[in-house]
């Protein structure tokens, strides 16, 4: 059995910081592993408080997966192509070279961290993105709705999110990640009783509609969905990013199968049968990517 990064799983941060990377032109294969090597130590730093250190999740886009470890190359990863929907709704494709997630409870720690991890990275890499995240509340998303309440929940959590050990790249998780900008001023303008309808559970009491109570548009109705008689959960990590100006949801979700994340985002999109996810008239994406989180032993061995 390999082990996954184990700090997929862990639940309780408040406090969470991405950043993702690009590989400068001509790096060097050997000098990036050395590179990636001395950042993944940076979290692991025994002069902070055990209590107090970052966990690290790190993943790698196909491109650069491939250069590092062509054996352990997972079936079916492939680069975000972007969505576009019939009705004009657009994801855009932002696919960069590494991901890493740093979450903890201590906003000062994640931001020590990831100059650290930066440090190690940038003879190698340019920083493409980075946001920061937060968890609101009792893990409510920015428009007021419970997140992640149907996510998987113990070892199930792993079934869904790891491809199997028999399988190349077994114990490692496809990932998708995905920045999502809300119009909270159109958003907060509709009634509690709308919000529910685009949402497909109740805001108050967080209860999903049943029957002809959940429109074909809710976004639950759009994204609990089957593809030739099979389900396809995925396990999701997002929380909300921003402030004043500009917040939304980073939604982060892995996957023992990459053919899920094109399922649920062609259904939002309205590709499968015309219908898109009301949300979406609420929220925009402004980025999205597909990933690879390698087990423990496979990243080892990719770093060597
Ligand atoms: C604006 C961005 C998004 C927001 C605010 C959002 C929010 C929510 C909320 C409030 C729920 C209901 C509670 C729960 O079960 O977690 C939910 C469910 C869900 N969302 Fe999203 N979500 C967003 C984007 C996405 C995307 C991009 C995907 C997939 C690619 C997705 C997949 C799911 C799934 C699979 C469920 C569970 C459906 C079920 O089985 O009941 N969501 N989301």
Redesign the pocket.
């Given at each position: 059995m390999r082990s996954p990064q184990q700090a997929i799983f862990l639940e309780d941060s408040d406090h969470h910081l991405w950043l993702e990377y690009d590989l400068l032109p001509g790096a060097e294969t050997r000098d990036v592993r050395e590179a990636v090597r001395l950042a993944l130590e940076v979290p692991r730093d025994s002069r902070v408080d055990s209590e107090r250190r970052p966990r690290c999740v790190i993943a790698f886009g196909p491109v650069l997966w491939s250069r590092l470890a062509t054996e352990r190359v997972p079936q079916g990863l492939h680069l975000f192509e972007g969505i576009d929907g019939p009705e004009g709704h657009h994801a855009p494709p932002t696919p960069h070279n590494i991901w890493i997630w740093l979450h903890g409870d201590h906003h000062d720690e994640n931001v020590a961290a990831a100059l650290g991890v930066h440090r190690a990275l940038r003879s190698v890499a340019r920083l493409a993105a980075e946001e920061h995240g937060f968890r609101y509340r009792d893990s409510l998303?920015l428009?007021g709705?419970?997140?992640?309440?149907?996510?998987a929940k113990g070892a199930e959590r792993q079934v869904v999110a790891l491809i199997p050990s028999r399988q190349r790249g077994g114990g490692g998780s496809h990932v998708?990640a995905?920045r999502?900008v809300?119009d909270l001023r159109r958003w907060e303008a509709l009634s509690d009783a709308q919000q529910s309808k685009i949402?497909?559970?109740t805001k108050d009491g967080?209860e999903?509609l049943k029957g002809r109570a959940m429109p074909k548009h809710a976004?639950?109705a759009r994204?609990?969905i089957e593809v030739e008689g099979e389900a396809?959960?995925?396990y999701?990590r997002?929380v909300p990013f921003g402030g004043v100006r500009e917040h939304?949801?980073y939604?982060v979700?892995f996957a023992n199968s990459s053919k899920r994340?094109d399922a649920?985002?062609e259904s939002?999109f309205g590709v499968t049968d015309g219908v898109h996810d009301r949300?979406l008239d609420f929220?925009r994406?402004t980025s999205g990517a597909y990933y690879f989180a390698p087990s423990q032993e496979d990243l080892d061995s990719a770093l060597k």
């Open positions: 998303d428009t709705f419970v997140d992640g309440t149907a996510n998708l995905q999502w809300h949402m497909g559970r967080n999903e976004h639950v994204t609990d396809q959960p995925v999701r997002s939304g949801l939604f979700a994340f649920l985002l939002m949300l929220s994406a």
